[in-house]
Nanobody, 121 residues
Framework: VQLVESGGGLVQPGGSLRLSCAVSGFSIDDYVMAWFRQAPGKEREGVSCMNTYDGAPYCARSVRGRFITSLDSAKNTVYLQMDSLKLEDTAVYFC???????????????WGQGTQVTVSS
């Protein structure tokens, strides 16, 4: 059972990145899959929005309209498309698994190792 993130890196403000999470050992269709991030000195924050108007508890208002999560069941992979990146988006991004009803970070029982995203000019 494993979550392996990739796609992080350095990007300029206003740029885009797409993170991938390759899942093994279970089907993403059987769980709640999401993305969280954590910046130095800050709490973990859910950034997993399924659409522009998503009001899910793990879809922070600060990323709505800019970040979109998608799932590819055939590849058992979860993606995070990040557009219009800002300096404050700099953080380690984690792919996570939870059971139905999961809302906050502690509800998610499996975390990947994380991938660093740095937004800097």
């Amino acid at each position: 059972v494993q979550l392996v993130e990739s796609g992080g890196g350095l990007v300029q403000p206003g740029g885009s990145l797409r993170l991938s999470c390759a899942v093994s050992g279970f089907s993403i269709d059987d769980y709640v899959m999401a993305w969280f991030r954590q910046a130095p000195g800050k709490e973990r924050e859910g950034v997993s929005c399924m659409n522009t108007y998503d009001g899910a508890p793990y879809c922070a208002r600060s990323v709505r309209g800019r970040f979109i999560t998608s799932l590819d069941s055939a590849k058992n992979t979860v993606y995070l498309q990040m557009d219009s990146l800002k300096l404050e988006d700099t953080a380690v991004y984690f792919c996570v698994r939870g059971h139905p009803g999961a809302t906050v970070a502690d509800d998610f029982d499996l975390w990947g190792q994380g991938t660093q995203v740095t937004v800097s000019s």
